[in-house]
């Protein structure tokens, strides 16, 4: 043979077999759509509960860790408990973003018992972010129904890319702050506040991504193949992460933990940093008055009640926390952006031209229902 043939061969061989892996490989990215809200074991909750669960559990919360769970005491009266198997020590040592996600999962619930029609008696027992069990919860039946929209619940998305440099206009800033203008700042892309909040962000995000603790827990949370996404159900998908086509096959395919620890990956997750900060219409920071779990749970309150107007408005938000989460960058903030009261959220905001549909995974209520 010669070698010219035996090159033709082994070329064809390589194409081939590249193609017959291709055919076997997780070409597509598991999505939030993919999934079948089933029961998966038996639970005495009735049909409004389960509903009214699963809506609540749709709340955002950092690398998607879902970190609740519910106790159930009897129909209609649960406990919201703080699963200490899903918090984030590497970035959040203190619990303050998962008692901030849980008060997210309380808006929603509240509103999706209301539409039902049932009232929400809240009852906080937690004095620590620790606490195992944070707020005692009974439903009872209302003589007014308060009808709200639950499809921006269940349309509600982060989105990372693709914002626009308009300013935000004066009545869509008014529509999202409405009456909470002293823990709601608008802080536009032209002002000075704006450029550093920017020149920070990507700066703690650089710390960050070399804290191994800090790294090692994100590579826990991503969930690169649609094997590990189905079979978890939380985490950050490339899906969630916006990671398309051929990058996404790639990673789904060849990458996992270890490959999140090497500083290319690192320097990628920077680089995109740069990308996302260079585009908004500016930053939106909540503000709290103390750092009570009372407190706390109202103001992941206050952000979910944002986040769940932005979208009739084709306005995108971007929780972008590394400067609270890094000592260095948050001693810095209060006097650089000129509040005095605690900073719970930094939100990237922007408009959109589409709004894309959701797709971060969840688990389904009967995994997060305890009896």
Same mark, same amino acid.
């Given at each position: 043979?010669?070698?010219?043939?035996?090159?033709?061969?082994?070329?064809?061989?390589?194409?081939?077999?590249?193609? !017959?892996?291709?055919?076997?490989?997780?070409?597509?990215?598991?999505? #939030?759509?993919?999934?079948?809200?089933?029961?998966?074991?038996?639970?005495? +909750?009735?049909?409004?509960?389960?509903?009214?669960?699963?809506?609540?559990?749709?709340?955002?919360?950092?690398?998607?860790?879902? /970190?609740?769970?519910?106790?159930?005491?009897? /129909?209609?009266?649960?406990?919201?408990?703080?699963?200490?198997?899903?918090?984030? /020590?590497?970035?959040?040592?203190?619990?303050?973003?998962?008692?901030?996600?849980?008060?997210?999962? +309380?808006?929603?619930?509240?509103?999706?018992?209301?539409?039902?029609?049932?009232?929400?008696?809240?009852?906080? !027992?937690?004095? =620590?972010?620790?606490?195992?069990?944070?707020?005692?919860?009974?439903?009872?039946?209302?003589?007014?129904?308060? !009808?709200?929209?639950?499809?921006?619940?269940?349309? #509600?998305?982060?989105?990372? $890319? %693709?914002?626009?440099?308009?300013?935000?206009?004066?009545?869509? $800033?008014?529509?999202?702050?409405?009456?909470?203008?002293?823990?709601?700042?608008?802080?536009?892309?032209?002002?000075?506040?704006?450029?550093?909040?920017?020149?920070? =962000?990507?700066?703690?995000?650089?710390?960050?991504?070399?804290?191994?603790?800090?790294?090692?827990? *994100?590579?826990?949370?991503? #969930?690169?193949? $649609?094997?590990?996404?189905?079979?978890?159900?939380?985490?950050? !998908?490339?899906?969630?992460?916006? &990671?398309?086509?051929?990058?996404?096959?790639?990673?789904?395919?060849?990458?996992?933990?270890?490959?999140?620890?090497?500083?290319?990956?690192?320097?990628?997750?920077?680089?995109?940093?740069?990308?996302?900060? $260079?585009?908004?219409?500016?930053?939106? +920071? &909540?503000?709290?008055?103390?750092?009570?779990?009372? =407190? +706390?749970?109202?103001?992941?309150?206050?952000?979910?009640?944002?986040?769940?107007?932005?979208?009739?408005?084709?306005?995108?938000?971007? /929780?972008?926390?590394?400067?609270?989460?890094?000592?260095?960058?948050?001693? *810095?903030?209060?006097?650089?952006?000129?509040? %005095?009261?605690?900073?719970?959220?930094?939100?990237?905001?922007?408009?959109?031209?589409?709004?894309?549909?959701?797709?971060?995974?969840?688990?389904?209520?009967?995994?997060?229902?305890?009896?």
């Amino acid at each position: 043979m010669t070698r010219g043939k035996f090159l033709a061969i082994a070329g064809s061989s390589i194409i081939i077999g590249g193609v !017959t892996y291709y055919q076997r490989s997780d070409k597509n990215n598991f999505v #939030r759509a993919d999934t079948k809200q089933k029961e998966t074991t038996k639970t005495p +909750l009735q049909p409004d509960e389960r509903e009214i669960l699963f809506l609540a559990s749709l709340a955002p919360s950092g690398h998607n860790t879902q /970190p609740w769970f519910v106790k159930y005491i009897e /129909p209609y009266h649960w406990i919201i408990g703080n699963d200490k198997s899903r918090w984030l /020590p590497g970035v959040d040592p203190a619990q303050r973003e998962t008692i901030l996600s849980i008060g997210a999962f +309380l808006q929603n619930l509240e509103y999706a018992a209301g539409n039902l029609g049932y009232n929400c008696q809240f009852d906080i !027992t937690a004095t =620590t972010n620790q606490d195992e069990n944070i707020i005692d919860v009974k439903l009872t039946k209302a003589t007014k129904i308060i !009808t709200y929209d639950i499809e921006q619940i269940k349309h #509600r998305r982060t989105v990372r $890319s %693709n914002y626009l440099s308009d300013v935000i206009k004066k009545e869509d $800033s008014s529509y999202l702050i409405n009456e909470e203008t002293d823990f709601i700042h608008y802080i536009p892309n032209t002002s000075k506040e704006h450029q550093w909040l920017n020149e920070q =962000t990507i700066e703690a995000n650089r710390i960050q991504a070399y804290r191994d603790a800090a790294q090692s827990e *994100l590579a826990n949370w991503i #969930r690169f193949s $649609s094997k590990d996404a189905a079979e978890h159900l939380d985490g950050l !998908t490339l899906a969630g992460m916006e &990671i398309e086509g051929i990058p996404g096959w790639y990673l789904r395919n060849f990458y996992g933990k270890e490959n999140v620890m090497k500083k290319s990956f690192r320097e990628q997750s920077i680089d995109k940093v740069v990308k996302q900060v $260079s585009q908004s219409a500016g930053w939106l +920071l &909540i503000t709290s008055k103390d750092n009570s779990v009372a =407190t +706390l749970l109202e103001t992941g309150k206050q952000m979910q009640r944002l986040f769940l107007k932005i979208r009739e408005r084709n306005i995108a938000i971007h /929780p972008m926390t590394q400067i609270i989460e890094e000592a260095s960058t948050n001693q *810095l903030l209060n006097n650089s952006v000129g509040i %005095n009261e605690p900073v719970q959220f930094i939100l990237r905001t922007g408009y959109l031209k589409n709004y894309p549909e959701p797709v971060t995974l969840r688990r389904s209520v009967e995994q997060f229902i305890r009896t």
